[in-house]
T-cell receptor, first 117, second 114 residues
């Protein structure tokens, strides 16, 4: 069955430090992968997506993610974290069924990021 | 602002009651998804509609139902509410019906069942 695992429930980093959030997926076909961010009391905002091609994808707010098929991973990175990055981050895999006419996202449990001043 | 609107923002109701959550997708998007977010279950897919037709069902209880209207807005109906139905309900929309399309999320409706 398809699944997404985010091993870290909560991560704390200092402002200005680098960040890496881990995501592992289980999916039988070519995965379509997404990272979303949720600020407290807000909806989910799409940070970036991977469909095919270059395994390093750039997103908004200075985030990037690297797809590694051999490790079934899609880790999110940022070279220098800002206090405003404190939020919860969700990795997701998109399903495609019935010739592409239906599908949904399967989400990981999320990683909460705290930023120390 | 994602362009997806949801009403109401907050809803407080009693056990056994019925409520309706509303969603308007982004202009041009044909597919609407409903997700439930709770502390213990995380983000769970409930149901998907594409251009008025139901296309996929996830972990949706029989007490819950949804529909998508000709103008493409959608409603999620929750009946015989239980305390465990308290959660954040999100609507998302996308251009196509496949989960490979980017989904844009609304701000959510926070349902509290007392």
């Amino acid at each position: 069955a398809q699944s997404v695992t985010q091993p870290d429930i909560h991560i704390t980093v200092s402002e200005g430090a680098s960040l890496e959030l881990r995501c592992n997926y289980s999916y039988g076909a070519t995965p379509y992968l997404f990272w979303y961010v949720q600020s407290p009391g807000q909806g989910l905002q799409l940070l970036l997506k991977y469909f095919s091609g270059d395994t390093l994808v750039q997103g908004i707010k200075g985030f990037e993610a690297e797809f590694k098929r051999s490790q079934s991973s899609f880790n999110l990175r940022k070279p220098s974290v800002h206090w405003s990055d404190a939020a919860e981050y969700f990795c997701a895999v998109g399903l495609m069924n019935y010739g592409g006419s239906q599908g949904n996202l399967i989400f990981g449990k999320g990683t909460k990021l705290s930023v120390k001043p | 602002d994602s362009g997806v609107t949801q009403t109401p923002k907050h809803l407080i109701t009693a056990t056994g009651q019925r409520v309706t959550l509303r969603c308007s997708p982004r202009s041009g998007d044909l597919s609407v998804y409903w997700y439930q977010q709770s502390l213990d279950q995380g983000l769970q897919f409930l149901i998907q509609y594409y251009n008025g037709e139901e296309r996929a069902k996830g972990n949706i209880l029989e007490r819950f139902s949804a529909q998508q209207f000709p103008d493409l807005h959608s409603e999620l109906n929750l009946s015989s509410l239980e305390l465990g139905d308290s959660a954040l309900y999100f609507c998302a929309s996308s251009v196509g019906g496949s989960g490979t399309y980017e989904q844009y999320f609304g701000p959510g409706t926070r349902l509290t069942v007392t």
